[in-house]
């Protein structure tokens, strides 16, 4: 029996209590025929296999999958000898069985006891699947009769599950077929066997109505369910609506002539989940299922097992096919396998079987299969934002995906670019700090915090052990439902889950970084303010900037303060333009692309366009983001004195900047020595409408660059640093810097560990000052033609 649920893309969660047997056997499924639901849920071994797994006839076994699907079944003794003692021993399993669970024919899985009961069943609920070549029994009796029926063939069963699907037949032979779409226990073990009894409930629906949403806990039931899947639900739901195309016939016979196969591409950055969502499509027990990868094929034979997966596909349909890493099967270079799979996909038209490909870009993809008849429906998987970050995290440390948590809050607020993949990662680190917390033995941590505050600095232990968090956050927020680690003695409460002080170690590692900006010229400010000598009117500037919409948005929105989109910063070289973009992003946490002018011009024709056109693509995705372009001047100059290449590149940037009215939460910063030779287009409002001068050091400035460059270094007590001041006047900031760092020259030279007066003296007198007065002019000329200094 083939079970046909078109809104089971994710099988139940089964969040399984693994309360069994350690040392589990391997078995590979084999069919066993039987169209009957009492004995369904038997699993059928070989009297020695059954030893070996430890198991006696009727015990409740459970099984898991070696693509994560999992079951209970009850222990059963073949009737044959079931081959001659194969490797890998078989287990047979009922159609029922395994499509309730998710078992492919012919897979691996492990088999061992479990001390899992198989619960009363208070209320099931129901779905309608019938195939539409059961002919048009929905009037028949009415519902009241089906429900009837359905009643007797459940009680008549040995054991029932979520997942499974059974047919009931009325009389003149018309039949009917019903998928168990929740169970409701007082006791219920997820993804277990359940008895129906006379005081069990029957309820029908159709994916979840409001009747069994009554009789059960109040919540509709979703038509499907997402809870192990955590930031794609609109992804999902247009996914079924396709699969509910094609798994039911068209019930108008003029809508199913008008319709045509539109198969899905999905496509998306790495990481975003892809092959995740074609994993749990293989898993469904909607339909059959085939996998066409060039991994899995033999070379020279690739068009051949091309052609033999879409007849079989045709044969067995309704069914689909998948396709994961799209591109190594039907880029542009591989023209006769494009060929193919464009000649097969006309083929299906009128047929029931959907082709499902993944892919990272979509350009490539031979343009060929992108039109309609071929992967005319893209499905895009975005970057998560905030809100799907904060699903994800949830999922991934066992919550309810929309649960309300204040770490998750935390994190995903502070994960901007992070993908799905990035997000596991973080996980892991994280849980990695937690347990290096934890491992700390309970009295060796009382002596240690009896001590006074801990810093975060690693602490070895006597016997080998490093804590790398401050003990004194131990009582910081924990994750509701987060992986925990049992601890000795009384801390036990304490320790037990990931805290908000872990996340921030698995954060500030530098171990896990955003996916998004992975490819693009990234660079990772740990710039501050403190940082830069005499900023203190830069960092005012960008205050209003951008810490004014970040801190008072509602007062903002109430002016109707537009957000600024670009920032021109220019200035004589040396200054800290490059400084003062990187402490900006440090300041306010956003992600941060730099990119070289002059390497974008570098590249082959072509590319340098295509490159502008993905950095403003990917700081979109990775919102809140800072897209850094060093050296403006050397593709912004005027139209009239660039050469051809500058001027696409210019007319890109022109255009990208043009549509930044519908990005949100992104901020173009430039740099430039030269500002009089950018294209006026560019100074225009809506593009760099801010314009910031970073000039010379004042005196007071001055005195902050000194004092930080000679922070770190033993400078003689009586050094007169007011004289070096008044000497480096004129001088940028760059080259106070270089003087100082000629005076600690200066003095290892001597042999000596200290730097005196005359160490600095002589690395001021032979410096040499780059800014002229010229130069200096030509920027008061700029800021008097209109940039607001």
């Given at each position: ?248 016939k068209e019930s108008s016979v003029e809508m199913a002539r008008l319709s045509t ?307 021109l910063l220019y200035g004589p070289p040396g200054c800290s333009k490059t400084m ?210």
């Amino acid at each position: 029996m083939n079970a046909l649920h078109p809104l089971r893309l994710n099988p139940p969660d089964r969040g399984l209590s693994f309360a069994h047997m350690s040392g589990n056997v391997a078995f590979v499924v084999r069919s066993l025929p039987s169209s009957v639901l009492d004995g369904a849920f038997r699993v059928h071994l070989s009297p020695d296999a059954l030893e070996k797994a430890g198991l006696k006839l009727g015990d409740l076994c459970l099984i898991t999958g070696e693509n994560g699907s999992s079951g209970y079944g009850i222990a059963w003794r073949a009737m044959d000898k079931m081959g001659n003692s194969p490797k890998v021993p078989p287990v047979k399993m009922t159609d029922i069985f395994r499509n309730a669970f998710g078992f492919k024919e012919g897979s691996h899985v492990t088999i061992a006891k479990s001390a899992a009961k198989i619960q009363r069943a208070n209320v099931v609920t129901l779905t309608d699947v019938t195939p539409s070549d059961y002919g048009n029994a929905a009037e028949l009796d009415g519902y009241g009769r089906w429900r009837n029926k359905c009643v007797c063939t459940l009680s008549d069963a040995e054991a029932i599950a979520v997942g499974m699907t059974f047919d009931v037949t009325a009389k003149k032979g018309l039949k009917k077929r019903f998928y168990v779409e929740h169970i409701q226990a007082a006791d219920v073990q997820a993804g277990g066997l359940h008895l129906y009894d006379d005081a069990s409930q029957v309820v029908l629906g159709n994916g979840g109505s409001k009747a069994a949403s009554t009789i059960a806990n109040g919540d509709a039931l979703p038509a499907l369910d997402t809870t192990r899947i955590g930031g794609l639900i609109d992804q999902i739901k247009e996914l079924n609506e396709r699969l509910d195309r094609v798994l039911h016939k068209e019930s108008s016979v003029e809508m199913a002539r008008l319709s045509t196969n539109r198969h899905i591409l999905l496509h998306g950055y790495e990481g975003t989940g892809k092959s995740l969502l074609l994993d749990k499509l293989e898993q469904t027990s909607a339909c059959r299922v085939y996998r066409l990868e060039r991994a899995d094929m033999t070379t020279g034979k690739i068009q051949s097992t091309i052609q033999a997966t879409f007849k079989d596909a045709i044969a067995s349909q309704p069914s689909v096919v998948i396709m994961d890493d799209f591109e190594r099967l039907a880029s542009p270079d591989n023209e006769a396998y494009s060929n193919s799979i464009e000649r097969e996909l006309k083929k299906l038209r009128g047929h029931n079987v959907l082709v499902v490909a993944a892919t990272r870009s979509l350009t490539s993809i031979d343009s060929k299969l992108t039109r309609g008849g071929c992967f005319s429906k893209k499905i895009e998987l975005p970057i998560p934002d905030v809100a799907d970050r904060k699903q994800i995290l949830n999922v991934l440390i066992g919550n309810p995906a929309k649960a309300d948590d204040s770490v998750t809050t935390m994190v995903s607020a502070r994960t901007h670019g992070f993908t799905g993949v990035d997000l596991e990662l973080l996980v892991e680190e994280a849980t990695d700090a937690a347990l290096s917390r934890v491992r700390i033995q309970p009295e060796k941590r009382a002596v240690i915090q009896s001590q006074g505050p801990v810093t975060k600095d690693a602490i070895a232990l006597e016997d080998g052990l490093v804590c790398s968090q401050d003990l004194t956050t131990i009582e910081s927020p924990t994750l509701g439902s987060a992986p925990n680690v049992a601890v000795d003695g009384d801390d036990r409460n304490h320790d037990m889950g990931i805290t908000a002080a872990d996340f921030e170690v698995a954060l500030t590692s530098g171990g896990v970084g955003p996916t998004a900006l992975r490819e693009i010229f990234l660079e990772t400010p740990r710039v501050r303010w403190s940082d830069i000598g005499g900023s203190e009117d830069q960092q005012q500037r960008f205050d209003e900037i951008i810490g004014w919409p970040l801190q008072e948005p509602e007062l903002c929105e109430q002016l109707n303060i537009l957000p600024q989109k670009g920032v021109l910063l220019y200035g004589p070289p040396g200054c800290s333009k490059t400084m003062t973009a990187q402490a900006v992003a440090t300041t306010y946490d956003l992600n941060f692309i730099a990119v070289k002018g002059a390497e974008l011009i570098s590249m082959y024709v072509g590319e340098s366009e295509r490159a502008v056109r993905e950095i403003f693509r990917k700081a979109k995705q990775a919102a809140p983001c800072i897209i850094f372009f060093d050296e403006i001047d050397s593709i912004g100059s005027a139209r009239e004195s660039g050469g051809t290449k500058g001027l696409n590149v210019l007319t890109t940037l022109l255009n990208e900047m043009d549509g930044f009215e519908t990005m949100k939460d992104v901020l173009v910063l430039a740099a430039t020595n030269k500002p009089e030779s950018l294209d006026k287009a560019l100074m225009r409002p809506g593009r760099f409408d801010q314009h910031v001068y970073v000039g010379l050091p004042t005196a007071q400035a001055r005195r902050d660059i000194i004092e930080i460059s000679l922070s770190k270094s033993r400078v003689v007590p009586t050094a007169d640093i007011e004289s070096m001041v008044a000497t480096t006047a004129g001088h940028s900031g760059a080259e106070i810097v270089a003087i100082c760092e000629m005076a600690k020259r200066s003095a290892f030279r001597k042999k000596a560990a200290i730097i005196e007066d005359e160490d600095l003296r002589e690395a001021a007198r032979v410096a040499r000052r780059g800014v002229t007065d010229e130069m200096l002019k030509g920027y008061e000329d700029f800021a008097a033609a209109g940039a607001s200094s």
